[in-house]
């Protein structure tokens, strides 16, 4: 196997380009070949890297070398003796966790973006330069890659063991503020780019608990040198990319705990979500991940009906966390679900799409949605965390096994052997543990579009479950209060605007024929304005028709509207008086 460097260089921010070179010492006698991968682990969606590469050229002996294209990521250099080389830029402008970034106030790179797979190679070194242009002064590097030379600011020469290796630790720089803090003997680090006010020991603390508590669910096990949550803050962004010891975030400043807030605001609840769901796929996914995934050289789409597994699962614990680690309290923790509840329950393409078409679909569906996704399809992210819970709440009602206990099982089996999940792999685990024959219960909640059986589990655990109106646009579910709007059409409009957003499908906008990008003007003749229009519509008789004027294009038209009473999409849950085993069964999930 031939031994390959990179040399990467944050050459020129202010353009956003990256200079890369690639050396491999023993080439291919019959032409080496060159891959940059089509999509990045974790995030499902067929993204190209290769189309931001520029004015790649290959040598060797201070030859140029002819190149062959393959395919839109693939090539072949003419056959040569080594040491070959190619030499590129890359255009790096992506402030998401998935690609390359590069600008005058920090860089960030996952190497899938910067680094040509070599077929056929083996050790892989990279070295990394600092930027020389002078508004990058005092730039820092953070990474989990394994360093062998390199400098006090973090830059220089890293290795990886092979490929999927080098692309599992992204890079962060700038000048960053890195909070160190332990958890159980092994260094965790939280590195924040750009500005933001933070108070450091609530935010370490928290998060020290919450990583302590899953590190003790797999026996603290594995063994990580160091983890960092890789954190860009912005002023109105939220996501995450998980990766084998590091995570990439992105968070609003209003999201971290201001010094001298003791408030638990909803936003850093929401931040604190983010971290508890990255990190916990350190094992759900990073590890115990879909045999079909582990296949793929990430040329093409990878499918599997399971990735309800893999995000729903991991969606369900990250909340649940929060609760076992002290950080939120039960009442607390049962509104997030019921918030989840409603996301679920105001999605009419949950009677459309199944669970597992949704897992099957991602790659045309998720990352994708327009304005009829909501009518059309289910995220596996919520109703496969829902489907979770009854998973969780049926194995305990009905065995002496929990979830906790067949992931213990799938770690035990496939995480620490390395080994991929095949298809279906957590409904046998599942069933094998409890003795329950559960493939009905399963093909319940993951192949029909039939009601999550929530309601009724949720009662067996001393839990009340209760679906209203919501009491404004602002109603997410969970304990609010207040009085529900008069009326219902089943629209959004877009902020600050007439023009409809969203319509939901059987709604009495739909029914009136109204559609997304129509701009509303006038009911019954009277002029509507973003200061009025959804207060207007909201105080509108149930069952009464009115006239709405309103452009599409530049047409103006005219409908009927006979807006409805407001649906009972709404859930609230609330602990109730528990005794004997409904007691027992409520302490040992909630600890209440």
């Not at 006038?522 to 200061?531: E, F, Q, S, T, V």
């Amino acid at each position: 196997m031939s031994t390959i460097r990179y040399r990467i260089q944050p050459s020129h921010p202010r353009e956003h380009y990256y200079t890369v070179q690639c050396r491999l010492e023993n080439p291919d006698p019959q032409g080496q070949v060159f891959r940059l991968p089509s999509w990045i682990r974790g995030s499902y969606l067929v993204r190209d890297f290769a189309k931001h590469v520029q004015e790649l050229h290959a040598s060797a002996g201070g030859n140029p070398l002819a190149i062959e294209r393959l395919d839109k990521r693939s090539f072949r250099c003419a056959p040569c003796i080594g040491p070959l080389t190619l030499d590129y830029r890359v255009y790096a402008f992506d402030e998401s966790v998935r690609k390359a970034f590069l600008d005058t106030r920090r860089g960030f790179f996952n190497a899938s973006s910067l680094c040509y797979r070599a077929d056929g190679t083996g050790d892989i070194e990279i070295d990394i330069e600092p930027p020389q242009d002078p508004a990058c002064e005092g730039w820092r590097l953070a990474t989990t890659l394994d360093p062998l030379q390199v400098d006090a600011s973090g830059y220089g020469r890293y290795r990886a063991a092979d490929y999927e290796d080098l692309i599992d630790h992204p890079v962060e720089m700038g000048r960053y503020a890195r909070l160190d803090f332990d958890v159980d003997g092994i260094p965790h680090a939280l590195v924040l780019s750009g500005r933001h006010a933070i108070d450091v020991p609530r935010i370490t603390r928290d998060l020290t608990r919450i990583c302590h508590v899953q590190r003790e669910l797999f026996g603290q096990q594995p063994a990580l040198r160091e983890y960092l949550f890789l954190t860009y803050v912005t002023g109105n962004g939220y996501g995450g990319l998980e990766h084998r010891a590091s995570t990439a975030l992105i968070c609003s400043r209003k999201d971290l705990p201001a010094p001298g807030d003791p408030r638990f605001t909803k936003d850093y609840r929401s931040f604190l979500g983010l971290c508890s769901h990255e990190y916990f796929h350190l094992w759900n996914v990073k590890r115990i991940t879909a045999q079909r995934f582990l296949e793929s050289d990430l040329a093409a789409e990878a499918y599997s009906r399971d990735l309800w597994h893999y995000e729903g699962l991991t969606s369900y614990y990250d909340d649940l966390f929060l609760l076992r680690a002290g950080v939120l309290d039960a009442p607390a923790y049962l509104d997030l679900v019921a918030e989840n509840a409603t996301r679920l329950q105001r999605t009419p393409g949950r009677l459309v799409q199944t669970l597992a078409d949704s897992s099957f679909d991602t790659w045309i569906k998720y990352y994708q949605p327009d304005e009829n996704t909501p009518n059309a399809g289910v995220s596996y992210y919520i109703k496969g965390g829902l489907a979770s819970l009854c998973l969780d709440l049926q194995l305990r009602l009905h065995s002496k096994v929990t979830l906790d206990d067949v992931l213990r099982t799938l770690w035990q089996r496939y995480g620490a052997a390395g080994i991929g999940v095949p298809e279906g792999g957590l409904e046998q685990v599942a069933q094998e543990l409890s003795g329950l024959d559960l493939r009905e219960f399963f093909d319940e909640l993951l192949r029909t579009t039939e009601e999550l059986p929530l309601a009724e589990l949720l009662a067996a655990f001393g839990v009340d479950s209760r679906q209203r109106p919501a009491v404004s646009d602002a109603d997410a579910g969970g304990r609010v209060t207040g009085e529900a709007p008069g009326a219902w059409a089943g629209l959004k409009l877009r902020a600050g605007e007439m023009r409809i957003a969203y319509v939901a499908a059987g709604s009495p906008a739909a029914q009136a024929g109204l559609s997304v990008n129509d701009q509303l003007v006038a009911i019954d003749g009277l002029r509507i304005g973003p200061a009025n229009g959804m207060a207007l519509l909201a105080a509108l008789p149930p069952g009464q028709p009115v006239t709405l004027h309103f452009f599409r294009g530049d047409e103006l038209l005219e409908a009927t509207l006979t807006p409805a009473a407001p649906p009972a999409d709404t859930w609230t849950l609330t602990l109730v008086a528990a005794e004997g085993e409904v007691l027992a069964r409520r302490m040992a999930w909630l600890g209440i």
